[in-house]
């Protein structure tokens, strides 16, 4: 049977209750406050419900009417969502689309990205970070459509990257962390007696990886690269960060390059899927060609 509750009648109450009067509403909706009258009686007649009281100077919403107000505003807001999605849709535009980024990398480096896609698409956007390991498996479990990461030595067969740039890493501890007491070289053995800061992998079910972290070495793990780079401010060991985010630390004296030890270039690629493209990913895509640079 079909309901008397049409979306015409919901957007009548809907401007009326925000509004204040069927004056106000009608002239918002363009119509005569006749029509609309007309309209909320037949309802209340199909509903054999009272949805204003009239006993008044004013007509207010009863108890019944406010319900519907209240419930009714929720079914316009889905409408506007199923018409917006589907024209998204209609349009080769991803509802959603996930992009996935290795926490050594700052989030505020995909900001200009969020900003520029939203003057061109209203595809909603999740920047979710992953830990090594983890970045991949988002990527084949699908939990991302695209990811910044380094670049691991074997891509899989599925997987197609472009190079963004590199990132120079070096190792640092805090400026009275007693590492930079130390005398000789920095090799494997003189490393593996100081505690490392690790951050956790986010793989769920694939192996977890490491880099720079040594099997017999005492280590700290952590869930984020910002708990890292506190932990290494503490003095609770050493590690390795992007160079530009340990200029300005070591510039305020809280942080050390620790002496002899190897700078290292990390190649920064993004990975998307090859058989998942869509609209939105395209434009990601190439944004990030034209516009990426470390902030």
Not at 126 to 131: G, P, S, T
Not at 220 to 242: D, E, H, M, R, Y
Not at 246 to 266: F, N, R, T, V
Request: proline share 4%; net charge neutral.
């Amino acid at each position: 049977m079909q309901s008397p509750i049409t979306l015409e009648a919901l957007h009548i109450l809907d401007a009326i209750d925000r509004r204040g009067s069927f004056a106000a509403a009608a002239n918002e909706l363009n119509r005569a406050p006749s029509s609309l009258s007309y309209q909320i009686q037949k309802l209340e007649q199909d509903l054999d419900i009272m949805i204003f009281d009239r006993s008044g100077h004013k007509a207010n919403f009863t108890d019944a009417g406010k319900l519907i107000l209240e419930r009714g505003r929720g079914i316009l807001n889905a409408t506007e969502k199923l018409v917006n999605d589907s024209t998204l849709l209609a349009n080769g535009w991803e509802l959603d689309i996930t992009l996935a980024f290795d926490g050594i990398i700052p989030i505020a480096n995909f900001f200009p990205l969020v900003e520029a896609l939203g003057n061109v698409s209203k595809t909603r956007i999740r920047l979710q970070e992953e830990i090594l390991a983890g970045c991949w498996e988002s990527l084949a479990d699908d939990r991302a459509d695209l990811l910044i990461c380094p670049r691991i030595e074997t891509l899989p067969q599925d997987v197609k990257a472009e190079t963004l740039g590199s990132m120079e890493m070096v190792w640092v501890a805090a400026t009275h962390h007693y590492v930079h007491k130390r005398t000789g070289g920095f090799d494997a053995e003189a490393r593996q007696k100081y505690r490392a800061i690790a951050i956790a992998d986010t793989a769920r079910d694939q192996p977890a990886m490491s880099v720079n972290i040594l099997q017999k070495q005492p280590r700290l793990t952590v869930t984020n690269f910002n708990a890292k780079c506190q932990a290494l401010l503490s003095g609770l060991g050493i590690g390795t960060i992007p160079k530009h985010v340990a200029e300005p630390l070591i510039a305020e004296g809280k942080l050390k390059i620790i002496e002899g030890s190897p700078e290292s270039h990390m190649e920064l690629i993004m990975a998307w899927r090859r058989n998942k493209i869509g609209e939105a990913k395209s434009w990601c895509i190439q944004y990030l060609k034209k516009h990426w640079s470390l902030v």
